[in-house]
């Protein structure tokens, strides 16, 4: 079982910077990918970024060159975000996918983007 809990959601200005966090907890030793999804409102869960556990990273290409995705250890993914737009509003999620394909994911932080 892994546990995660995202941090670091919160209200800002477009064109401004904000940095998600995902903390791990329980057995990550068989993490293999960890993910940042987020859910515009009205729309579908949509993948944002991705990190292996080597750091190969993607993006999509909506967030390509804004945001960048990062480990600080086994523990904690963030997500750096700059140059917001409103459309970035939504809920993100961290995700994380294990040894035999068992995926986990966190609540959920709220990011607003003001115009």
């Known amino acids: 079982q892994v546990q995660l809990v995202e941090s670091g959601g919160g209200l800002v200005q477009a064109g401004g910077s904000l940095r998600l966090s995902c903390a791990a907890s329980?057995?990550?030793?068989?993490?293999?990918?960890m993910h940042w999804y987020r859910r515009a409102p009205g729309k579908q869960r949509e993948l944002v970024a991705t990190?292996?556990?080597?750091?190969?990273t993607n993006y999509a290409n909506s967030v390509k060159g804004r945001f960048t995705i990062s480990r600080d250890n086994a523990k904690t993914v963030n997500l750096k975000m700059d140059s917001l737009k409103p459309e970035d509003t939504g809920v993100y999620y961290c995700k994380a996918v294990a040894i035999g394909e068992y995926y986990y994911w966190g609540q959920g932080t709220q990011l607003t983007v003001s115009s």
């Open positions: 329980g057995n990550i030793l068989n993490i293999k990918t």
């Open positions: 990190i292996t556990s080597g750091g190969i």
